[in-house]
């Protein structure tokens, strides 16, 4: 039986994994993790479910929205409640929310021919385009007509906590592939926290080594951190774009990025709606760039009588010098009461997500023969990049056993 070792129990590594195991494969997975998930995980502590990061899941993808189709959702409404001019203001989608989209047209955030545009955008985001890779999300949404204060006030917060960067560098390939599945449904959380997306992968695969670092990756073999050896007939590197390049010598430079996110607990919601919450004033305002409770969305994320907010902030941050200034944004945001919310914990993500800015490329490193490549920064920075990544590398293997058989 042909063996296939899969470096990395990430998403990537877990569906190629799964497709390699399904197709009669012997197939081992080592991580130097102490639990599946790669970017995708979930500390539980007191009764709260603290993802690693405010990660959504859109249940309107083809391919992961398959995969996890077992799992229980619970969705977002649509919309976000938007800071701007000292008030919250509701943006939504009239296709999807007739009430909140008459709300919108009455908010204060673009002019009536942005407003215009958003439709003309949802249309746009639905047909088949022209190669944007070169263009930044900026300059798109630039080109496509929105004014400055519509990309500032809404774009720039709402997609920067999608992309993990203020500047809107991300190419606008990118941008185009998020608004398109949020335009045909709600983003969720499943019960259970974020990490149930990873062990349903890792349901039914036979051999997971965790807490098992490779050292070096040789011809057809890896030397793992401890001296041991694993051979096998294909090796999938389903790592990182920085631990990939390290194992193949490559010395490109890698560029991640980061955001740091907090937890407070409330007696209660602030909340009336199951929406995020976009800082549309700018850093002036505080450095909170996006807020959800998560517990309205997914109740199991919080004990009874408690509320559950992520809030995240871009860039990598001392969590514990955040609690101080993010308080204060709170108070003035939900008044006095929000001073009484009690500060739980705080991740400071480095590289939390790969970044994919305009006319930038996937290494260019020579492969070895029995090397295949897997990982959401070698196609969309997202769960379904994941996933369809992860399930590309097994099909090239599985293809190349084919073409191996005698006629």
Same mark, same amino acid.
């Given at each position: 039986?042909?063996?296939?070792?899969v470096?990395?129990?990430?998403?990537s590594?877990?569906?190629?994994?799964?497709?390699?195991?399904?197709?009669?494969l012997?197939?081992?997975i080592?991580?130097?993790?102490?639990?599946?998930g790669?970017?995708?995980r979930t500390d539980?502590?007191?009764?709260?479910?603290?993802?690693?990061?405010?990660?959504v899941?859109?249940?309107?993808?083809?391919?992961?929205?398959?995969?996890?189709?077992?799992?229980q959702?619970?969705?977002?409404?649509?919309?976000?409640?938007?800071?701007?001019?000292?008030?919250?203001?509701?943006?939504?989608d009239?296709?999807?929310?007739?009430?909140?989209?008459?709300?919108?047209?009455?908010?204060?955030?673009g002019?009536?021919?942005?407003?215009?545009l958003?439709?003309?955008?949802?249309?746009?985001?639905?047909?088949?385009?022209?190669?944007l890779s070169?263009v930044?999300?900026?300059?798109?949404?630039?080109?496509?007509?929105?004014?400055?204060q519509?990309?500032?006030?809404?774009?720039r917060?709402?997609f920067?906590g999608?992309f993990?960067?203020?500047?809107l560098?991300?190419?606008?390939?990118?941008?185009?592939?998020?608004?398109r599945?949020?335009?045909r449904?709600s983003?969720?959380l499943p019960?259970?926290g974020?990490?149930?997306?990873?062990?349903?992968?890792?349901?039914?695969?036979?051999?997971?080594?965790?807490?098992?670092?490779?050292r070096a990756?040789?011809? !057809?073999?890896?030397? #793992?951190e401890?001296?041991?050896?694993? $051979? +096998?007939?294909?090796?999938?590197? %389903?790592?990182?774009? =920085?631990?990939?390049?390290?194992?193949?010598?490559?010395t490109?430079q890698?560029?991640?990025?980061?955001?740091?996110?907090?937890?407070?607990s409330?007696?209660?919601?602030?909340?009336k709606?199951?929406?995020?919450?976009?800082?549309?004033?700018?850093?002036?305002?505080?450095?909170?760039?996006?807020?959800a409770?998560?517990?309205?969305?997914?109740p199991?994320?919080?004990?009874?009588?408690?509320?559950?907010?992520s809030?995240?902030?871009?860039g990598?941050?001392?969590?514990?010098?955040?609690?101080?200034?993010?308080s204060?944004?709170?108070?003035k945001?939900?008044?006095?009461?929000?001073? !009484?919310?009690?500060? #739980?914990?705080?991740?400071r993500?480095? $590289? +939390?997500?790969?970044?994919?800015? %305009?006319?930038?490329? =996937?290494?260019?490193?020579?492969l070895?023969d029995?090397v295949t490549?897997?990982?959401?920064?070698?196609?969309n920075?997202?769960?379904?990049g994941?996933?369809?990544?992860?399930?590309?590398?097994?099909?090239?293997?599985?293809?190349?056993?084919?073409?191996?058989?005698?006629?």
């Amino acid at each position: 039986m042909k063996r296939a070792l899969v470096i990395g129990a990430g998403l990537s590594g877990l569906a190629c994994a799964r497709r390699l195991h399904e197709n009669g494969l012997s197939v081992e997975i080592v991580d130097a993790a102490d639990e599946v998930g790669g970017r995708v995980r979930t500390d539980v502590a007191e009764g709260f479910l603290f993802d690693r990061g405010f990660q959504v899941f859109l249940p309107s993808y083809p391919v992961a929205g398959e995969r996890f189709r077992d799992l229980q959702f619970h969705p977002f409404s649509p919309g976000a409640f938007v800071r701007l001019k000292g008030r919250f203001h509701l943006v939504s989608d009239p296709f999807r929310d007739l009430f909140g989209g008459i709300a919108t047209a009455f908010a204060p955030i673009g002019s009536l021919k942005d407003k215009l545009l958003v439709a003309a955008l949802r249309r746009h985001s639905l047909r088949p385009r022209e190669d944007l890779s070169g263009v930044s999300s900026r300059e798109f949404l630039e080109q496509f007509g929105f004014t400055s204060q519509m990309i500032d006030c809404f774009f720039r917060p709402f997609f920067g906590g999608v992309f993990l960067e203020k500047a809107l560098e991300t190419n606008a390939e990118k941008l185009l592939f998020v608004f398109r599945h949020f335009a045909r449904g709600s983003g969720a959380l499943p019960t259970g926290g974020i990490v149930q997306l990873p062990r349903q992968l890792a349901k039914g695969l036979p051999a997971i080594r965790l807490n098992t670092r490779v050292r070096a990756l040789e011809s !057809s073999s890896v030397r #793992l951190e401890n001296g041991d050896k694993l $051979e +096998a007939d294909e090796i999938v590197l %389903a790592t990182d774009q =920085a631990q990939t390049c390290h194992l193949l010598g490559d010395t490109s430079q890698i560029n991640s990025n980061a955001v740091t996110c907090l937890y407070f607990s409330a007696p209660a919601s602030p909340l009336k709606r199951k929406c995020i919450v976009i800082n549309g004033e700018g850093n002036e305002d505080g450095p909170i760039n996006n807020l959800a409770v998560v517990s309205d969305i997914a109740p199991d994320y919080a004990p009874e009588g408690s509320a559950l907010i992520s809030i995240s902030i871009l860039g990598a941050h001392d969590p514990s010098a955040l609690i101080s200034p993010v308080s204060l944004q709170l108070a003035k945001w939900f008044g006095e009461a929000a001073k !009484s919310w009690q500060y #739980l914990r705080g991740y400071r993500i480095d $590289e +939390a997500l790969p970044a994919q800015s %305009a006319g930038k490329g =996937a290494i260019s490193t020579d492969l070895p023969d029995k090397v295949t490549l897997a990982g959401d920064w070698l196609a969309n920075a997202s769960i379904e990049g994941a996933i369809v990544s992860g399930e590309s590398a097994a099909d090239k293997i599985l293809d190349k056993g084919k073409s191996e058989q005698p006629a």
